[in-house]
């Protein structure tokens, strides 16, 4: 962040006042260490630090307003909403009459009972073993 004047330090100020007011306040003293470590406060850690400077009647409202006004500039983040829940696998209802078509007539058939348990087992059928099942569904179901 770039200051028009680097030489006054609005947070610094208003977090050592808060400090002097409330000094076994450990919310303050965090922030104060993040400050002077990191160089800046998020969004959410300044509007704490206003909420708590305001209470106090010592500070001048002009230090208030200007953190207020900092504030203000500051982009507010949202987090966009969860994405509705859908299964990650459907079913292909033509592969599903399919298996049923030929199991009606041929219950006892072992291939298509396997593709059957995979079928109701969400995997997927890869194409050679769809090509398998049209051609059992034109033999034994036609």
């Given at each position: 962040m770039q200051r028009i004047r680097p030489d006054v330090d609005i947070v610094l100020d208003l977090l050592k006042a808060v400090l002097e007011a409330q000094p076994a306040s450990s919310f303050v003293q965090?922030?104060?260490?993040?400050?002077q470590e990191r160089g800046g406060l998020s969004k959410k850690q300044l509007q704490g630090l206003y909420h708590k400077a305001a209470k106090i009647k010592a500070i001048p409202a002009g230090k208030l307003a200007t953190l207020e006004a900092i504030l203000l500039k500051r982009p507010n983040r949202y987090k966009?909403?969860?994405?509705?829940?859908?299964?990650?696998?459907?079913?292909?209802?033509?592969?599903?009459?399919m298996l049923e078509s030929i199991l009606e007539k041929y219950p006892q058939h072992k291939r298509v009972l396997?593709?059957?348990?995979?079928?109701?087992?969400?995997e997927v059928l890869t194409a050679a073993e769809m090509a398998e099942l049209q051609r059992f569904n034109k033999l034994l179901g036609s």
């Open positions: 965090s922030l104060l260490i993040q400050y966009s909403s969860l994405p509705s829940a859908e299964p990650l696998y459907k079913k292909d209802e033509v592969t599903g009459q396997f593709f059957k348990s995979k079928y109701d087992g969400n």
